[in-house]
Each structure stands twice: as structure tokens, then as C-alpha cells.
């Protein structure tokens, strides 16, 4: 019983990743996302990232990624993920309501010309949404990662990437892997000369 579960567990986890290698529309998508968090980077702005749970730990991976390093050994790129400061989610928690934890963030350090990064794999995070109705009034570009799910942040991101899933753990995998992606093409482009 146990082995049939985990070869099926594997067996789907391979079916997505079929999916994604003949989707052209979201491949043009990454394509697009990575060059737009080039040149947030390359213009000396950041990169803000956030989520719930899982993906809270994806945002806090995200960053981690350009802050230390991905493949290259380079210089740190600057990426602040909103989900770790104890002290300031538990204050924006308590004085105005979780649903504005990342808001609140977005309106401190948000600049025109920063980049959000959203992940919800539900895509009806209401933190998220309000991050990102934030990100419109701040002039700050918005990227949602999530799962096929007709989720609302879709219509509220300037680019969005879907995971063609509806189910949680897969969805979780397509953006473990689109996060690697896309840090992998950021650090060929702005440190093409430096050594792994």
C-alpha cells in the first residue's frame, strides 16, 4: 500500500512536469518574469517577496537565493522577503488584522520601480490581494506565482506564473522549481562572467 502511494506520488509529480515542458505560453512567461527581475535589479531596485505557509517558506527561499547565491558566486542581489520579522507581523497583526500584514509592508518599503513577487497557491490569499491592490499604488510591479485554481490574484498581478495544477503539493513543486529557473537565467544575465 505504502510503495503504490509513493510510486503514484511520483508518477504525478512527473505528469505536471510533462505538462510544463510543452507549455510554451507559460515557458514565455518565465522568459518574461526572469527579464523584468533583471532589469528591477539592474535599474538598483529590489525584489520584495511573500506568501503563507508553504509558501512563506518559498518566499524566504526566493530570497535566499539572490541575497546568497544561487550557482554563481557574485555579489548579493537585493531581496527582502515580508514573512520572517516577527515583530513587525505580529504588530501589523495586532494593531490592523492579518489581512494587511504584507500591505503594510509593501506601503513602508515599496518604491516605483521594486518588484513583488506574490506566492499563493490558491491565488485568493486576502493578505496577497491586498498586497497587491498596494503594489497599484505604489507603482511597484507585481508577479504572482500559483496553482490553476481561477484564483483572484491573476487579474491583480501585472504577470502572472500558473502552475498547472489544482492541488497544493504539486503546485508547491512547479514553484520550487520556477523559483530555481528563474534565479538560475537572473544570475547568468547580470554576472554572465563570474564562476561558479
Known amino acids: 500500500m505504502m510503495k503504490k502511494y509513493i510510486l503514484n506520488e511520483i508518477s504525478e509529480s512527473i505528469k505536471i512536469n510533462q505538462l510544463l515542458l510543452s507549455d510554451t505560453k ?8 526572469s527579464k523584468a527581475i533583471i532589469k528591477a535589479f539592474k535599474n538598483g531596485n529590489k525584489i520584495l517577496i511573500a506568501g503563507n505557509g508553504g509558501s ?3 518566499a524566504q527561499h526566493f530570497a535566499g537565493e ?3 547565491k544561487f550557482n554563481l558566486i557574485r555579489p548579493g ?31 513602508a518599503l ?8 506574490a506566492i499563493s497557491t490558491s491565488g485568493n490569499s ?5 498586497a497587491l491592490n498596494a503594489c497599484k499604488q505604489k507603482g511597484v510591479l507585481s508577479i504572482g506565482l500559483t496553482g490553476d485554481n481561477q484564483g ?3 487579474k491583480l498581478c501585472d504577470r502572472c506564473l500558473i502552475a498547472p495544477s489544482t492541488e497544493t503539493p504539486r503546485i508547491q513543486e512547479v514553484h520550487s522549481l520556477l523559483i530555481h529557473i528563474i ?4 544570475e547568468k544575465e547580470i554576472y554572465a562572467n563570474q564562476h561558479s
Do not use: W
Open 26 to 33: 507559460l515557458t514565455d512567461e518565465i522568459e518574461s518574469v
Open 56 to 58: 512563506a517558506s518559498d
Open 66 to 68: 539572490f541575497v546568497g
Open 77 to 107: 542581489l537585493p531581496a527582502i522577503e515580508l514573512t520572517s520579522n516577527t515583530a513587525v507581523l505580529t504588530a501589523i497583526g495586532n494593531d490592523s488584522g492579518y489581512v494587511h500584514v504584507f500591505e503594510r509592508q509593501i506601503e
Open 110 to 117: 515599496g518604491n516605483k520601480g521594486d518588484l513583488f513577487i
Open 126 to 130: 486576502e493578505n496577497i490581494l491586498c
Open 152 to 154: 483572484k490574484m491573476q
Open 183 to 186: 534565479c538560475g537565467l537572473v
